[in-house]
């Protein structure tokens, strides 16, 4: 038959010729610049919080979106660990205090969070709002009671191969609304 339509997908498969970095291009090729972003941590974390924004606004709850909870839980607790591994890095400039490489190059966030809350006082005089200290404090636990060490939303199975340990479920409105709340105390924090 003539008008028989083709429901064939054509699969592009890689050739020689292809490139994956390719600069130039603009608007219209989606081209993004860095030129402001390197070496600004504040950027990083904006930016895996965004992405985790963007995917929880596009998912619809239904079972194939499930597959997304994996890379919106890690992208969102990125953004935590970046967010306090760049206030780690203002409160040592600020404040003049001696760091050691390996207190900043953990995954881990309550040793990033405990730093950051016993220098606070240096860069703030008084915390008006008494609850944001305690607020992020329970929530960054519960987080890293999720997740300890940024591996279980980014990988099937730990170092000896037994599966990560996940929740049954995650309201992603919540979280996002959550992480706004996270994000928005750090920013008190600044």
Known sequence: MEDEVDWEPEILNPRLTDTLIETGGGKRTKTLFTDLMAGEWAFYADGYRKAADALVDRIEGDAPDDVFLLPIVFLYRHFVELKLKDLFIQLVSVCHISMYPKEITTHKLLPLWTFVKAHVDCIREEMHDTEIIPALDKLIKELSDLDPDS????????????????????????????????????????
């Not at 000896?160 to 340990?165: E, I, K, L, P, T």
């Not at 105390?185 to 600044?190: L, P, R, S």
């Open 151 to 190: 591996m279980h939303f980014r990988y099937a199975v730990d170092k000896n191969f037994g599966n990560m340990v996940l929740p049954r479920s995650l309201s992603m409105e919540n979280f996002k609304s959550t992480m706004e709340k996270i994000h928005n105390g750090f920013a008190y924090i600044e």
